[in-house]
């Protein structure tokens, strides 16, 4: 039976013996193994009683086993939800509950802390450690290596990414089979990518980066992939030799810059290093052209589109700017108020349609409606401008967004908590500069009057509830938060102020 997203990525290599994943270890997959693993998992699922279109969400180390679970939920029917191994119990706990998860599968670490938040909600609760280990695939090890693919279509949904909101209130987007699979398709094309590519991935896969780019182009086309649990210097220096492309964050590359190992006799067989998920400035840009020959082709895409502009293969990659909109992508500027469209070269709000734009978000008609128009343009809320030659610029975001390594970090779920806090009357969280990740959180608070909010414990508590990355580098007290005369907090002058606090 028909199932686009499967038979495309997936079901193509079920017999080929050709290496699909190379390990850290020196081990190598071949797809068939791979697939083999991924049916094995795909009866485990129906076996615990879930049904097409259940929720199937993992928080669990990157692993083969992680990505074949991708798969299997591919293959049966089931929409993936893959969850930042950073996200504590009270961060999953919404997650688990507006997503209606039927089954969570979770680090064996985990299991403990995690089983009360299950029972409460009704979830099932299986172990999937990094080494491949954990109840879950125990399990699949008695069942068959083959398995009857579910009937899917174009639209039915494939996965639920979590993206917040600047109300601290995280959305689920709901991502498309068409969603996951044109955009796949397009960035072969535009990319260059062939059965002979040899990815270097290095990326997490719980956001779209890692998953849905990099690991569904080279599907796409059947090639490899070093994957790698996680950056680590050695390791990439290691296995560059090894590989013609590499997806990053600005972050890799600033490391590697750092490193007098990382030479041009390194990258000279590499055909392509892409950088997305957060800025690259632009003299990060130069060094690296100017250290290894290469120019860094930057894209810009988001949880709800995958990607909507690249800097071309061929032709001009232009620093500081994230290039055209893909083929198939319609891209406009707006007025932030009114939403009509602005002349070229002007500031505004980033709007774009096309097949790769998201169906909704999860069980949130309203904020769909306030943020995909009815003719199907998403508004991104990035600020940006097309230049005269058709380049796109990102200069800002119209909400207080945070992008620190590549993740995003919302002010308010973190205000939300600092203004829970003794002592504290309010707070503004504001991003400020930061040499390697790119920016970080800095929490700013207005203490009660005659009192003196003890910083330490505060900081101790919000270790305690929000992820690592959202950590904030300091906190400091200030006297009062700038406003303006409708009473909305002007971060611009506390970033102005603060930027350079830590």
Known sequence: MANPLYDRLFGIHASKTEPFLL????????????????????????????????????????????????????????????????????????????SGASLLVCDGANA???????????????????????????????????????????????????????????????????????????????WRFSKDDVLLHALPIFHTHGLFVATNVILAVGGAMIFLPKFNQDAILQFLPKATSMMGVPTFYTRLLADERFTNELTAHMRLFTSGSAPLLAETHHQFEERTGHRILERYGMTETNMSTSNPYDGERRAGTVGFPLPGVELKITNPETGVELPQDSIGVIEVRGRNVFKGYWQMPEKTAAELREDGFFITGDMGKVDADGYVHIVGRNKDLIISGGFNIYPKEIE???????????????????????????????????KNPDLEQIMTIVKKHLARFKHPQKLLIINELPRNTMG???????????????
């Open 23 to 98: 390990l850290q270890d020196g081990t190598t997959l071949t797809y068939a193994q791979f697939l083999a693993t991924t049916a094995q998992l795909a009866h485990t699922l129906v076996a615990n009683g879930l049904n097409p279109g259940d929720r199937v969400a993992a928080q669990v180390e990157k692993s083969p086993e992680t990505l074949a679970l991708y798969a299997a939920c591919v293959q049966a029917g089931f929409i993936f939800l893959p969850l930042n191994t950073a996200y504590t119990s009270d961060e999953l706990s919404y997650f688990l509950d507006n």
């Open 112 to 190: 403990e802390t995690l089983q009360p938040l299950a029972d409460q909600l009704g979830v099932l609760l299986k172990t999937l450690n990094g080494d491949g280990s954990g109840s879950f695939m125990q399990e699949a090890k008695g069942h068959p290596t083959t398995f009857e693919t579910v009937e899917r279509d174009l639209q039915d949904l494939a996965a639920f990414l979590y993206t917040s909101g600047t109300t601290g209130r995280s959305k689920g987007a709901m991502l498309t089979q068409d969603n996951l699979l044109s955009n796949a398709d397009v960035l072969v094309d535009y």
């Open 416 to 450: 939300l908590l600092l203004d829970e806090q003794p002592g504290v009357h309010e707070s503004a969280v504001i991003g400020i500069p930061h040499a390697d990740f790119g920016e970080a959180p800095l929490g700013l608070i207005v203490a009660e009057k005659g």
């Open 488 to 502: 909305k907090v002007q971060k611009n002058i506390l970033r102005d102020e603060y930027g350079e606090a830590v």
